[in-house]
């Protein structure tokens, strides 16, 4: 027989395994409780101290010193200046060309009008050429003694006007018809239009 088969210590050996079992978990339990208890101060230490605000990089990156903000102010206001008078400019454009079309409109009304006025000047000339060769042919076929009395009348360069349109035989036999001085003054005008007439 063994020792181990001995009657009487068979049951002595769990009880000493229970109790080293029971031992080191109580040490590691303890363990385990101190560790925590030691975090948990530190975490209420931490939560005590006063809290310390640091300015941060960024913070400090996102403050302007003040030659920076003078520098913006200055290119935002130049900005502003130069957007006024771009609508400015704009508004002087468009006004300039509402300008340019009633000036090209009237520039336009004024060329018809001119056109309808050289019209009326050339009917009205051709009605009065008219009259005048018709006139002259009136004073031709009248006596020379007649048509003598009513170019007495007349004024010097009218009456030579008409006289340069007559046939030169009935020119000549109204001129025998003048006054010396009616019949010279009407001479001295014939001969100083054809005077400034173009030669050959």
Same mark, same amino acid.
């Given at each position: 027989m063994t020792w181990w088969s001995r009657p009487g210590r068979s049951h002595l050996r769990p009880r000493r395994t229970r109790g080293v079992l029971l031992i080191l978990s109580t040490f590691?339990?303890?363990?385990?409780?101190?560790?925590? *208890?030691?975090?948990?101060?530190?975490?209420?230490?931490?939560?005590?101290?006063? $809290?310390?605000?640091?300015? $941060?990089p960024?913070? /400090?990156?996102?403050? $302007?010193?003040?030659?920076?903000?003078?520098?913006?102010?200055a290119l935002q206001e130049r900005e502003q200046t130069l957007e006024q008078r771009e609508a400015a400019l704009s508004e002087r454009e468009q006004a300039l060309k509402l300008v340019e079309q009633e000036v090209s409109q009237k520039i336009t009304m004024l060329t018809s009008a001119e056109e309808d006025l050289r019209r009326m000047i050339a009917l009205t000339e051709s009605a009065a050429e008219n009259d005048?060769? /018709?006139l002259t042919k009136v004073y031709e076929s009248m006596k020379p003694k007649q048509a003598a009395a009513l170019f007495e009348?007349?004024?010097?360069v %009218?009456?030579?006007? %008409?006289?340069?349109?007559?046939r030169p035989e009935a020119a000549a036999d109204v001129l025998? *018809?003048?006054?010396?001085?009616?019949a010279h003054g009407i001479s001295v005008i014939l001969a100083g239009r054809n005077a400034t007439a173009p030669r050959e």
């Open positions: 590691l339990i303890a363990s385990a409780l101190l560790r925590f *208890g030691e975090g948990v101060g530190r975490a209420f230490a931490r939560a005590a101290e006063p $809290t310390v605000e640091t300015s $941060t960024s913070a /400090q990156a996102c403050e $302007t010193p003040e030659d920076m903000k003078a520098l913006l102010a005048v060769a /018709q009348e007349m004024d010097p %009218f009456a030579a006007g %008409f006289l340069a349109r007559m025998a *018809g003048l006054s010396p001085g009616a």
